[in-house]
Nanobody, 125 residues
């Protein structure tokens, strides 16, 4: 049974930091590309960051570049999203997801095979 379990969400003031974790089990982790998505109420799910299998490539949404860092610990089968300089507009439910096959298309939710349950991030002004 495949599981992606996110943790690390919470409430923080603007300018603060949070680190999200996503622990993967039940899948060949080294062959999956991992994405972080977020969805705010009334908005579509959007890519925040993606990291290729093995962590050799990363991509970020323009809105989070230079503030968020996506890393992977292969031994722990865990991906991390370090979020610094948080803004109120970062408030959303954050999901991690696993994508098989080619890394291209990492920005599109439809390409991801497995999803976590989500963790809430709330940033107050």
């Amino acid at each position: 049974q495949v599981q992606l379990v996110e943790s690390g969400g919470g409430s923080v003031q603007a300018g603060g930091s949070l680190r999200l974790s996503c622990a993967a089990s039940g899948l060949a982790f080294s062959t999956y590309h991992m994405g972080w998505f977020r969805q705010a109420p009334g908005k579509e799910r959007e890519l925040v960051a993606a990291i290729s299998a093995g962590g050799t490539r990363t991509h970020y949404a323009d809105s989070v570049k230079d503030r968020f860092t996506d890393t992977v610990d292969m031994a722990k089968r865990t991906v991390y999203l370090q979020m610094d300089k948080l803004k109120p507009e970062d408030t959303a439910l954050y999901y991690c997801a696993a994508k098989p096959g080619y890394y291209s298309g990492y920005a599109f939710p439809a390409g991801y095979e497995y999803w976590g349950q989500g963790t809430q991030v709330t940033v107050s002004s």
